[in-house]
């Protein structure tokens, strides 16, 4: 959830769009893209695998230790290897084609998840076998297991954002990020409740094969995208006349390239202030989500199927938003300013605050409806900002930088949800929840920190 905008009163203003993938003339309607149908599919369905694995090792971590402080080192573990690599994921997707780099890191994990589930399978079909563990992931395993994932997502999250902007035109780039949420969320909808009986009735060997499904499915649908994932420019001397920017020698080495984002990032303002915002809203939605699990154990006294369940009502808010965003287009007329945030973070902060206090799953579920349907219309806002602003050549190191450090309290916020739940009670986490919400939408709303314009035309190369 990163940001820029091009004016107060709505994004892209002023901007010239990029060139229609097809070549041909602007379209007024997204879905009549083939190549946004193909990547929406292919990410959307390696999305609902890894919903499914987060859902089923988080709920099995906590049946094997009995403790949230180390259910909470699942996502910890994958938020500080994001954190580390995705600089330089992101320095690799402008420095490497962007297809090949995403398709990559689809089978770079399918490939991980092979490795662990064989084992598993050998215990389960064959008897006697000379495993190394038995039919159960050992909690050291489970932690490699996700920072090997990890890995990989430090590459192809940010190659998504990198890659709409060359895909539709900037008029409809704030639909299709919309677009993008709806598919997402509507895998993560149904991942966690898939993910919560599949564990119950196949273990965690049949939640990872399925997550490894997904990752070949995907890698073939963007093999299949027929647009260009990234621009080009011409260069004397060049036999084709145009070569990637990124590999041309006169560009510098890796580090050269990682400072160059580094220094956009620092020296835009409003850059700047959406990463604050976002790493401050990451720490708060941290704590909820973290929380769950014993949240849904000792507050609600509920199974692996409530907690799926709940799982599945955030992420059905975040798809019914992006729905009437993206789907509807109602992106395309939303103001984009501090205002509309400043709504959208009050709103998560009415949710979350008291979900931990809820007495029946079904209160606790609308609430959690609620908080992801405002995440969606925050995280729409701030995206096409940050995508508009960010020049072709920069726009996977930057998109990389501001999501790794927007990201950058999530590992606090993963301890402090384990603690919590662990020392005090599980409401006290989504209670700091709402505070941290509260009095960030006040922020917004006092500050109008995020209205301006942002220094660089993103249509202009460089």
């Excluded at 060139?19 to 602007?26: L, R, Y």
């Excluded at 959406?274 to 849904?296: D, M, Y």
């Excluded at 709940?310 to 009437?324: P, T, W």
């Excluded at 996977?396 to 009670?425: E, I, K, M, N, Y």
Aim: proline share 7%.
């Amino acid at each position: 959830m990163a940001g820029d905008q091009r004016s107060a009163s709505g994004p892209g203003e002023g901007l010239r769009p990029p060139p229609v993938p097809s070549g041909g003339p602007a379209v007024s309607s997204l879905w009549r893209l083939r190549d946004v149908r193909l990547i929406l599919a292919g990410v959307g369905t390696s999305l609902l695998g890894d919903a499914v694995l987060t859902t089923g090792l988080l709920w099995y971590a906590l049946e094997q230790t009995g403790s949230a402080a180390a259910m909470s080192g699942v996502p910890l573990v994958s938020s500080l290897v994001l954190l580390a690599v995705m600089p330089a994921g992101g320095v690799w997707l402008d420095t490497h084609d962007r297809r090949r780099a995403m398709i990559g890191a689809d089978l770079f994990r399918a490939g991980c998840l092979a490795l662990f589930l064989l084992p598993l399978a050998g215990a389960t079909f064959l008897p006697g076998t000379i495993l190394p563990w038995g039919g159960d992931l050992p909690w050291g395993a489970v932690l490699v297991l996700v920072a090997l994932l990890a890995l990989g997502s430090a590459v192809f999250e940010p190659g998504v954002g990198s890659v709409l902007p060359n895909l539709v035109p900037a008029s409809l780039l704030a639909q299709a990020n919309s677009a993008y949420w709806t598919v997402r969320n509507v895998a993560r909808f149904s991942g966690p409740a898939v993910g919560g009986w599949l564990l119950a009735r196949s273990g965690i060997g049949g939640v990872i094969l399925l997550d490894l499904v997904t990752f070949l499915v995907s890698s073939a649908a963007l093999a299949a995208v027929r647009a260009p994932f990234q621009k080009s420019f011409q260069r004397s001397g060049s036999p084709s006349g145009s070569v990637p920017p990124s590999r041309d020698p006169a560009s510098g080495g890796p580090w050269t390239r990682l400072i160059e984002g580094v220094r956009f990032v620092r020296d835009d303002r409003l850059v700047r202030a959406t990463v604050g915002v976002a790493a401050t809203a990451n720490l708060a939605i941290t704590l909820l989500t973290v929380s769950l699990p014993a949240v849904v154990a000792r507050q609600l006294h509920g199974g692996s199927e409530v907690y799926g369940l709940l799982q599945g009502a955030f992420q059905a808010g975040m798809a019914a938003s992006g729905a009437l965003l993206g789907i509807a287009g109602l992106a395309r007329r939303l103001p984009n300013h501090s205002g509309s945030i400043g709504v959208s973070l009050l709103l998560m902060a009415l949710t979350q605050g008291p979900f931990g206090w809820m007495p029946t799953a079904g209160s606790a579920g609308a609430l959690a409806a609620v908080a992801g349907g405002a995440l969606v219309l925050t995280s729409t806002l701030t995206d096409t900002r940050m995508q508009l602003a960010a020049p072709d050549p920069l726009r996977g190191r930057v998109w990389s930088l501001t999501q790794s450090l927007s990201g950058a309290l999530r590992p606090a916020g993963s301890l402090a949800a384990g603690v919590l739940a662990d020392v005090a009670f599980p409401g006290a986490a989504t209670a700091l929840s709402g505070i941290l919400l509260g009095g960030l939408a006040l922020w917004v709303w006092g500050t109008r920190g995020l209205d301006g314009r942002p220094s660089v035309d993103a249509s202009q190369p460089g």
